[in-house]
């Protein structure tokens, strides 16, 4: 479904992603983890248009989207959750999801979509009329993925959902990607909390230093012994570097 | 109480004007952190385009009409040409280059029309009076009044209930998620321009109708107070601009007709000595939200 090859995308001057390939194939969550700065979220940027690819492609359903504007991302059917939500503090939750439509001339399917979300989220039909600056971290998570569906995407980028959650929130997110995949949805996933989210995917591509060091079927990738000391030993032996 | 009374016409007209232009000063800063100091300049071109066009011969209605959008594609053109490529830059380039904008279009048309003040001949229902209250009021006032109020209820609607609305409501909440959600922010930024043009033109039109004299510098002092009255209010917020405007001019007609003979031509002075005392109490104005609010 998604096929990146040789991907480079550099900030000023320093080289953020470095060469990476990678595929992601209809109905898959695939994870893609990795420490702070190993380029997973400069990756995602790239994907959904805002940041400029460096050199390399992007195709999507046989569609060329290097280079492309985020409109035209959006419009193919690709939509990035961002690290941190961002939902528009200021708009209400009704607004909020009726931004996720901006781009669809159909104003049926965002009523319909804007129906299975609520179903989906019955919190954020409660909430409707209230800001999204007044929501919890977790009902704000939640409005983000639901804005994003609005769209109508076939791929889903989701950056750090779990980020700066409590474990029971956390464990609600990954239900509800789990619900998404069930749905029929794509998701390529960011995590700091790699073990949870390589729970939950098929594949894995660890990320390190803009380049990728290792991909597997997630199980496996799991099971690996670097990968287990790395995770479950604390982030500073990470730079031990799993290229050498 | 006539007295008053009169004042305090005086100061509702001149405080639609104001609120106008605080207006337009708003919406383009909220949308792109920016504040453009040309902005004045568009009252000037307003005037100036409806006196041309009058010159011309064309029928007083249509000759506003026309001058409306002539001000509309300036305020277009200065932010293409002018604005969009340092949008990015830091807040010292983009102020620098909205001031040369403004001196660039005074003395452009200080060049080409000169510097001396001209007259604005408009209907003379405009001028005709009647009397309110026993206080003398004439059409003009009323229209102004009437356009402002009109055309605030129509920029808030519009910004409350459009697509189009709440997508600049996003932009100015959230770039980056605007942006991954598909909005175009020159799109929505050309629209800002547009508003802030509009009203920037019914503005200098009416202010140029009421005194029926104008020239080349009378964007400046009207802009910088306008802009006063912005900042006043809480710089990205409507409520706050129109306040603004009302506050500023209220305290300035007020000054100048009550304070004693001697000193009331300061009245500028005066008010801005309010204006400072109010900032020092609340730094982001009268319905501005804190800048940790706004991140």
Redesign the interface.
């Given at each position: 479904m998604l096929k990146v090859s040789n991907l480079s995308v550099s900030y000023k001057k320093i080289n953020a992603v470095r060469n990476i390939s990678f595929e992601i194939g209809k109905g898959e969550i695939v994870s893609l983890i990795g420490s702070n700065g190993a380029g997973k979220t400069s990756t995602m940027r790239a994907l959904s248009g805002l940041v400029r690819v460096k050199s390399g492609s992007v195709i999507f359903d046989g569609q060329d989207l290097t280079g492309a504007s985020p409109s035209q991302i959006v419009s193919a059917g690709i939509v990035h959750v961002p690290e941190g939500r961002q939902v528009f503090s200021k708009l209400s939750v009704g607004e909020n999801l009726e931004m996720g439509g901006y781009l669809v001339t159909d104003k049926k399917k965002v009523r319909d979509r804007t129906a299975s979300v609520f179903e989906l989220f019955p919190i954020l039909r409660e909430r409707i009329h209230q800001k999204a600056g007044s929501l919890s971290g977790g009902e704000q998570q939640m409005l983000a993925i639901g804005r994003a569906l609005v769209t109508g995407p076939r791929l889903l980028l989701l950056d750090e959902p779990s980020l700066g959650l409590a474990p029971i929130i956390v464990e609600r997110v990954f239900d509800v990607i789990r619900e998404l995949q069930k749905n029929g949805m794509t998701i390529l996933l960011v995590e700091q909390n790699a073990l949870d989210a390589m729970a939950i995917s098929g594949r894995t591509y660890i990320m390190e230093s803009g380049s990728i060091a290792m991909e597997g079927p997630s199980g496996e990738i799991a099971e690996n012994d670097e990968v287990r000391r790395i995770y479950l030993g604390g982030k500073e032996t990470w730079n031990s570097s799993l290229l050498n | 109480m006539e007295f008053f009374t009169a004042q305090l016409i005086s100061a509702v007209k001149l405080g639609s004007i104001y609120a106008l232009v605080a207006i337009g000063y708003s919406i383009v800063y909220s949308i792109m952190g920016m504040i453009n100091f040309a902005h004045g300049e568009l009252l000037m071109i307003a005037t100036f385009s409806l006196w041309l066009l009058l010159s011309a011969g064309v029928p007083f209605a249509v000759a506003v009409v026309l001058a409306v959008i002539i001000t509309a594609v300036f305020g277009i053109l200065i932010e293409r040409i002018a604005y969009r490529s340092i949008r990015n830059a830091g807040e010292s380039t983009q102020i620098i280059t909205s001031l040369a904008v403004s001196i660039f279009l005074e003395a452009l048309c200080q060049a080409i029309f000169n510097s001396s003040s001209k007259a604005l001949i408009i209907p003379d229902v405009f001028s005709q009076t009647f009397k309110v209250l026993g206080v003398t009021v004439s059409v003009i006032d009323v229209v102004t009044l009437a356009c402002t109020a009109a055309l605030t209820v129509a920029v808030v609607l519009f910004i409350r209930h459009t697509?189009v609305g709440?997508?600049m409501?996003?932009v100015?909440?959230?770039q980056?998620?605007?942006?991954?959600?598909?909005?175009?922010k020159d799109r929505i930024i050309t629209t800002a321009f547009v508003i802030g043009s509009v009203l920037a033109a019914v503005a200098g039109i009416l202010y140029s109708g009421k005194y029926t004299s104008f020239s080349n510098d009378m964007g400046f002092m009207l802009g910088v107070k306008a802009f006063i009255a912005a900042v006043l209010g809480g710089l990205g917020s409507l409520t706050g601009a129109v306040a603004g405007g009302y506050i500023m001019a209220l305290l300035e007609v007020f000054f100048s007709g009550y304070l004693p003979q001697g000193i009331g031509s300061y009245q500028t002075a005066f008010t801005f000595l309010v204006l400072i005392l109010v900032l020092l109490i609340r730094p982001n104005g009268l319905f501005g939200s804190s800048a940790r609010e706004r991140s």
């Amino acid at each position: 479904m998604l096929k990146v090859s040789n991907l480079s995308v550099s900030y000023k001057k320093i080289n953020a992603v470095r060469n990476i390939s990678f595929e992601i194939g209809k109905g898959e969550i695939v994870s893609l983890i990795g420490s702070n700065g190993a380029g997973k979220t400069s990756t995602m940027r790239a994907l959904s248009g805002l940041v400029r690819v460096k050199s390399g492609s992007v195709i999507f359903d046989g569609q060329d989207l290097t280079g492309a504007s985020p409109s035209q991302i959006v419009s193919a059917g690709i939509v990035h959750v961002p690290e941190g939500r961002q939902v528009f503090s200021k708009l209400s939750v009704g607004e909020n999801l009726e931004m996720g439509g901006y781009l669809v001339t159909d104003k049926k399917k965002v009523r319909d979509r804007t129906a299975s979300v609520f179903e989906l989220f019955p919190i954020l039909r409660e909430r409707i009329h209230q800001k999204a600056g007044s929501l919890s971290g977790g009902e704000q998570q939640m409005l983000a993925i639901g804005r994003a569906l609005v769209t109508g995407p076939r791929l889903l980028l989701l950056d750090e959902p779990s980020l700066g959650l409590a474990p029971i929130i956390v464990e609600r997110v990954f239900d509800v990607i789990r619900e998404l995949q069930k749905n029929g949805m794509t998701i390529l996933l960011v995590e700091q909390n790699a073990l949870d989210a390589m729970a939950i995917s098929g594949r894995t591509y660890i990320m390190e230093s803009g380049s990728i060091a290792m991909e597997g079927p997630s199980g496996e990738i799991a099971e690996n012994d670097e990968v287990r000391r790395i995770y479950l030993g604390g982030k500073e032996t990470w730079n031990s570097s799993l290229l050498n | 109480m006539e007295f008053f009374t009169a004042q305090l016409i005086s100061a509702v007209k001149l405080g639609s004007i104001y609120a106008l232009v605080a207006i337009g000063y708003s919406i383009v800063y909220s949308i792109m952190g920016m504040i453009n100091f040309a902005h004045g300049e568009l009252l000037m071109i307003a005037t100036f385009s409806l006196w041309l066009l009058l010159s011309a011969g064309v029928p007083f209605a249509v000759a506003v009409v026309l001058a409306v959008i002539i001000t509309a594609v300036f305020g277009i053109l200065i932010e293409r040409i002018a604005y969009r490529s340092i949008r990015n830059a830091g807040e010292s380039t983009q102020i620098i280059t909205s001031l040369a904008v403004s001196i660039f279009l005074e003395a452009l048309c200080q060049a080409i029309f000169n510097s001396s003040s001209k007259a604005l001949i408009i209907p003379d229902v405009f001028s005709q009076t009647f009397k309110v209250l026993g206080v003398t009021v004439s059409v003009i006032d009323v229209v102004t009044l009437a356009c402002t109020a009109a055309l605030t209820v129509a920029v808030v609607l519009f910004i409350r209930h459009t697509r189009v609305g709440k997508a600049m409501r996003a932009v100015a909440d959230n770039q980056e998620a605007a942006n991954l959600m598909g909005i175009n922010k020159d799109r929505i930024i050309t629209t800002a321009f547009v508003i802030g043009s509009v009203l920037a033109a019914v503005a200098g039109i009416l202010y140029s109708g009421k005194y029926t004299s104008f020239s080349n510098d009378m964007g400046f002092m009207l802009g910088v107070k306008a802009f006063i009255a912005a900042v006043l209010g809480g710089l990205g917020s409507l409520t706050g601009a129109v306040a603004g405007g009302y506050i500023m001019a209220l305290l300035e007609v007020f000054f100048s007709g009550y304070l004693p003979q001697g000193i009331g031509s300061y009245q500028t002075a005066f008010t801005f000595l309010v204006l400072i005392l109010v900032l020092l109490i609340r730094p982001n104005g009268l319905f501005g939200s804190s800048a940790r609010e706004r991140s």
